[in-house]
């Protein structure tokens, strides 16, 4: 029978007419013949559905039908994870692997900024884009166009001719090596997990945390923004310069002016383009992104042009002549003919150029001495490849600014007292060069490869894509610059190389004249090219920033993490274009360059010292499947940019790294509360480890003993500090130096208190950070307050980096009687620190101690040396006058004389010791004379001792209270349950459980009564010990004469008596040392740990 079989969430199966039915509340499903057993199949099929999947249920005569999905939803979270039931209280914490998976599977790699759009666009996000790009689209192309630009074609010439071919290959070589180099560590953490959106940042500040990753950052936006300046000048100089000059907006009034006018000309033009450029990213990142193949295409075709124009040369030579007088290379703006006269039909005809070195166009003009005594000749500019002009060309010639372009090996006749005019048409250096300054200039033109690691969210593969994508543009490039600096060596004469505006070809691009079919191609091929990488700059720069932004790590930059709501950056890309604007005021490409050459270099060095840091640590998560990489080929890279920097500038290399420190020190000013699980904090754990297994091999030596202090604090039932005080000594104590650990005791036990102890450690390290305590925390769970204690002094610390001494405060509270046990808390942990060879600080009156914020204006800290300790008390003084608040306090030492002591002698001897400590300190012999106890002393020991046996006696009474209400208890439950009273174990080892009768109960009663009573009656008969009375007398005399002397002290320090070998004598112990500080405002009490601890050598 199934009648009335129940199943979870109301589901009741029943049987009706021989038919099986399934019923929940109202809802109704017939099952078919029970004889088929179709409840049962039913039931199992629906328990077996997958959630949300249509139920399918048999309806009258057997036909199947889809079940309304409502009912499955109501009903899916009870059958999810059934057959998991042995985990089902994980699962509230931690997810089935099924779902995490699941979750994995479907991770979709959202680009910086765009998060808003994402957000607000839910069902889109639901959505798993697969990314559709490969290698060659995704990487290698985006590299290539970023790797080649303005350099390549407005100056790679132009070094050509000045370093010569062969200090030009080391240059492109260099640079090169350092960028595959960094490709090859960037492919290495590129493929260590998935790389979100967010390119090289994400990667530095992931590996090196959020201080090198927040300065590496802001560097590498800085560099992309410069970037932007440098192309949109390059952008205008191709624009001014080849393609309409007439465009000029500012004239020159002399030519002595007319290169200021150009630097005026970029500045209006590059201004504008600017504001264009950044109306274009404003409006719309995907007009950038859809021009962006046309901009390679007109690299790609430049480029080949370059290389069709070279083979060109090999049979059929441009005829394009270059005029040069003496060996000087003259401009042709202003002439065509390279002579000085012209013959005709009617005579002899000056040229033009006769015109600009005389002073009028008749043969007997008073012309320039130089133009008067050397002729005029014209050279080939691009002769050819088999001309043999690269062997010429294989040598630098480096010039001061303003120097003649020469031909090396022309004759030429000197004349005294040359004129260098500008008016006369020269060909002269504008800047003076040297092989640092090119590789500055040059190093930009290999940056770029950061481009494909930029774009992994729209990768297939971008484990794969990456590392190949940009080490094969890498190679692509540096086989075309090399090649390139081959072929301009064996094409171009080297007086055409060194021309660096084309004034010799008339005013032409000098890599234009070498192309093939017209320099056209290359003229617009550049101008888009540049053009092009500027707009990419200010697409990428203001998402770089926005990336930082929100990162959270420099709170200054915040607010430039917001934009518009698709999630553009707006903010940052107004920021970027304030910064580039001053890139584009500088005007001068040469000047621009270098600036980005830091920044660049800056952050390659990172990435390579990422990779190196992380393969050295050998961290579990560091498995790249990138494979082909080695911490050396990493240490070479970062050497290789550090050194690349200095070469470019110096001065530069040193303020780019002083903006860099400025921000990681800001960061960590500000307290970046990231963990990104990055290297330099593997770094640090290894140096730790190190550093702790060096130190492990013995105690320190005198010399660099100082307290490695275990502050013992007190917690209230908020589980918030007692003695907040005793913080502020430590740190005044340490200042920020050696081991500090804040140690503290909770009572119960680890599972029931864990979440007090959490909030405890929470309160205490708020309170270590007001208090500015350098430290470790430590809070122990303990069943009692001493084992907790014990346990602190025994383990706290790890390996040689433990604690030498304790701190702690006075137990105000150890003569209340709500609290009659405190005392002995205390004088154990005294043994403890005895037994462990640890010094002991107790701090009486803490509450009175100065904050950090007090300054002591005047005032003394008095040292009463009583005994030896290792010199800890001349330690302390020292250590503590460092601090701002004792500083201006001065150190006075006491030491007491017996009768047989000589006085003089002893202060001339503590006198001389100081002066070999190097302590300064006023020195004061007190001279205790014997005489006899008085009767205060007498009656003092006495009432103490009375007061001791009292507290025993009243102890004793609390336990036979204790023991009368469990006989009670007991009787009462051996009435209800003769069992009960069988199993029930005892409070105290010395009862016995048995039968009570009334009158046995009374007799039990009188006995103890009587008991007490005898007990109470000895203490009035007491004698006090004449030991303890030696004792109380010794604490009075003293502290007659500490209060004489010491009243007014700021501090107090004096030496610790130990506690008594016989431990019947605690709370006896506990009043002399009250009796001892009486009347005292701020005291230490210092005990050694019976090791020197200072010393006079050096």
Known sequence: MLTGICCPEGLVIKEEGGRALLQQGRSRWDCGLVGAASAGVWLIALCCQPPGSPVITSVGDGQSRESSPNGDMERESFFEGKNMALFEEEMDSNPMVSSLLNKLANYTNLSQGVVEHEEAEDSRRREVKNPGMGTFIGVYLPCLQNILGVILFLRLTWIVGVAGVLESFLIVFMCCTCTMLTAISMSAIATNGVVPAGGSYYMISRALGPEFGGAVGLCFYLGTTFAGAMYILGTIEIFLTYISPGASIIHAQSPDGEAVALLHNMRVYGTCTLALMAMVVFVGVKYVNKLALVFLACVVLSILAIYAGVIKTAFDPPDIPVCLLGNRTLSRRNFDVCAKVLTTNNGTVTTALWGLFCNNSMPSAICDEYFAQNNLTEIQGIPGVASGVFLDNLWSVYTDKGVFVEKQGTPSVAVPEESRSSKLPYVLTDIMTYFTMLVGIYFPSVTGIMAGSNRSGDLRDAQKSIPTGTIMAIVTTSFIYLSCIMLFGACIEGVVLRDKFGEALQGNLVIGMLAWPSPWVIVIGSFFSTCGAGLQSLTGAPRLLQAIARDGIIPFLQVFGHGKANGEPTWALLLTALICEIGILIASLDSVAPILSMFFLMCYMFVNLACAVQTLLRTPNWRPRFRYYHWTLSFLGMSLCLALMFICSWYYALFAMLIAGCIYKYIEYRGAEKEWGDGIRGLSLNAARYALLRVEHGTPHTKNWRPQVLVMLNLDSEQCVKHPRLLSFTTQLKAGKGLTIVGS????????????????????????????????????????????????????????????????????????????????????????????????????????????????????????????????????????????????????????????????????????????????????????????????????????????????QMQLSKTEREREAQLIHDRNTASHSVVATRTRAPSTPDKVQMTWTKEKLIAEKLKNKETNMSGFKDLFSLKPNQSNVRRMHTAVKLNGVVLNKSQDAQLVLLNMPGPPKNRQGDENYMEFLEVLTEGLNRVLLVRGSGREVITIYS
């Open 745 to 952: 005791v909770l009572e119960g036990t680890y599972l029931d208190k864990h979440v007090e102890a959490q909030q405890a450690e929470e309160n205490i390290r708020s309170l270590m950070g007001t208090e500015k305590t350098k430290g470790f925390c430590q809070l122990v769970v303990s069943s009692n307050l001493r084992d907790g204690m014990s346990h602190l002094i025994q383990s706290a610390g790890l390996g040689g980096m433990k604690h030498n001494t304790v701190l702690m405060a006075w137990p105000e509270s150890w003569k209340e009687e709500d609290n009659p046990f405190s005392w002995k808390n205390f004088v154990d942990t005294v043994r403890d620190t005895t037994a462990a060879q640890q010094a002991l600080l107790v701090a009486k009156n803490v509450d009175l101690f100065p904050q950090n914020q007090e300054r002591f204006s005047d005032g003394h800290i008095d040292v009463w040396w009583i005994v030896h300790d290792g010199g800890l008390l001349m330690l302390l003084p020292f250590l503590l006058r460092q601090h701002k608040v004792w500083r201006k306090c001065r150190m006075r030492i006491f030491t007491v004389a017996q009768v047989d002591d000589n006085s003089i002698q002893m202060k001339k001897d503590l006198q001389t010791f100081l002066y070999h400590l190097r302590i300064s300190a006023e020195v004061e012999v007190v001279e205790m004379v014997e005489n006899d106890i008085s009767a205060f002393t007498y009656e003092k020991t006495l009432v103490m001792e009375q007061r001791s046996q009292m507290l025993k």
